[in-house]
């Protein structure tokens, strides 16, 4: 089933559909945008790689579904409106049957958010995705990593380790929980709490483990933070599947989960349950933010959670 | 040598230099960035597979400098001045050494243009490098593929073969000539020639092959093309390592030169040969736009030139 990349491409650009800001999409050497006025680009690329950020044998309308959704899912952690996404695919040989099933999950996924597909290109290698996602924010509304302050509330989106629950059920070459195996697949990019957001200062998408990544936020902001095991939100297939420290740990230390984590003023609490509620997405107060440095994970009698290991690196992990 | 992903970033970080129009750079889940009122946004996206790309054993400040360079020619062929960029680098094991020589290439470049690393990730995987270029262009003022027209001049910038040349003494097995060597791995986006570009109908740079690249604009301009293979600028260095047969199917078929082709109306010749000495780029006039479809390159007797095989294509070459 050999073809060439230009076959490829057009295969791609066929399914594509057309959206009033692109001036010109898949084609040409370079796409054509329009930026509203009164608002910044907001710019996003994340790579996932075969037996990196995927197990093998993972479908390929799942990984088409991945590849955008975590780059969806940082414009969500800068509160940001998407628009237009490029990809870049490496694969083995050309396949017209994987691409089209690999472009059934990303293409999904753009039409639920309005994202159009606007270039990129396809070239040889091992399997390999890269998205670039541009969206768009009101100038100072971007919800960055920076701005967290002390005596500021912590809250999750979703349920937390899910995603690391399907993983290593999978290492552990068992059966993998449907339910957990569609979390680490499909994540769901948290756009819809835009509005919330507003209520927010700081956040941050979890994608290397809870701890790491509001370590992010802290280190940025200057503060450190503790959260409750006890207020991680959990999901009753997690809660089916582990006991509970191995689910806390989950749940800390694992990443992929793709839910956003956020700081906000205490004041601001009912106001962010409310819009939250209007999203349709459950979010968890989990803890406070402190001053001096560093995440603490608190068991309820105010022991310190140590993890059996680090937060997620794509280069240890 | 090994060191985490978030290590490697602080070492990119650290290098890049600030640039008024990033609200925020490296650092956080997104860039924020300032597109200027009455400017559409122009986005380019291209790979370099290690073993595909670029010979195994390159250099990586060669690397560095053609993964931007192949992405800002983009930007070059459709006469966009370049802004920012993003970089996804998947590395078989973190090496800062090979990083900070990597950024050497890559960051001269960027300097050369004025262009701003602003994000993209680090992540394990075979060697691949992935770049999203941004620029911007007044509305109407891109040069695309589809605006070819019959009777059009067609030109090149600089000189054809030469990358191909280098490539195919490398596969020879024999001494690579050290002129050919350098424009197969630090080729130069022909960003000079914006203004000249102006007098431009249509236009793409040369990645593929002429004839194949030209082909794309005539196939998006419904016309085709005549070029005389004796117009076709060669460098000294080619013309002293191959004969004229090798010479010619190197220009007509070799990729990766990164020139610009494109096309121009017969009355813009002396402004197009002006603007283009005042931007201190060499260009060619090779042929001409004419009805009907297809390129065919020519001898001076008239006799049609046929390649020995296609242009190069990254699921064929």
Redesign the interface.
């Known amino acids: 089933m050999?073809?060439?990349?230009?076959d490829?491409i057009e295969r791609i650009r066929r399914r594509v559909p057309a959206r009033a800001d692109v001036?010109?999409g898949i084609?040409?050497?370079?796409?054509?945008?329009?930026?509203p006025?009164g608002r910044?680009?907001?710019?996003?690329?994340?790579?996932l790689?075969?037996?990196?950020?995927f197990p093998d044998g993972t479908a390929p309308a799942d990984i088409g579904w991945k590849a955008l959704a975590v780059n969806l899912s940082?414009?969500a952690?800068?509160a940001?409106e998407p628009a237009?996404c490029?990809?870049?695919l490496?694969l083995p040989?050309?396949d017209p049957a994987w691409l089209d099933a690999f472009l059934d999950g990303y293409l999904a996924l753009a039409a639920q958010h309005g994202v159009a597909l606007?270039?990129?290109?396809?070239?040889?290698?091992?399997l390999?995705i890269?998205v670039?996602?541009?969206?768009m924010?009101e100038?100072g509304r971007?919800l960055?990593?920076?701005r967290a302050r002390e005596g500021d509330t912590v809250w999750v989106s979703g349920t937390l380790g899910d995603a690391a629950g399907a993983l290593a059920q999978w290492r552990a070459g068992g059966a993998i929980d449907a339910a957990l195996r569609a979390r680490l697949d499909r994540p769901t990019p948290r756009l819809a709490l835009r509005a919330a957001l507003r209520h927010a200062h700081a956040g941050?998408?979890v994608s290397d483990g809870l701890l790491a990544d509001l370590g992010h936020v802290c280190a940025?902001s200057g503060v450190g933070a503790e959260v409750m095991l006890s207020a991680l939100p959990t999901s009753a297939a997690l809660a089916a599947a582990f006991a509970p420290d191995a689910q806390h740990a989950l749940q800390a230390s694992g990443g992929d989960d793709y839910e956003l984590c956020f700081t906000a003023p205490p004041e601001a609490r009912d106001a962010l349950r409310q819009a939250a509620a209007e999203a349709g997405v459950a979010i968890s107060e989990i803890g406070r933010v402190i001053a001096g440095e560093g995440v603490r994970a608190l068991h309820d009698d105010g022991r310190e959670w140590v993890a059996a290991q680090g937060g997620y690196?794509?280069?240890?992990g």
Do not use: K, Y
């Open positions: 050999a073809a060439a990349e230009f490829l001036v010109l084609g040409d050497d370079a796409a054509l945008l329009r930026v006025a910044e680009l907001v710019v996003a690329m994340d790579t790689n075969a037996g990196v950020h940082d414009l952690a800068m940001a237009w490029t990809l870049s490496s040989q050309a606007v270039g990129g290109d396809t070239t040889r290698g091992p390999s890269c670039t996602a541009h969206g924010v100038p971007a960055r990593r920076d941050i998408d940025a690196d794509h280069f240890r």
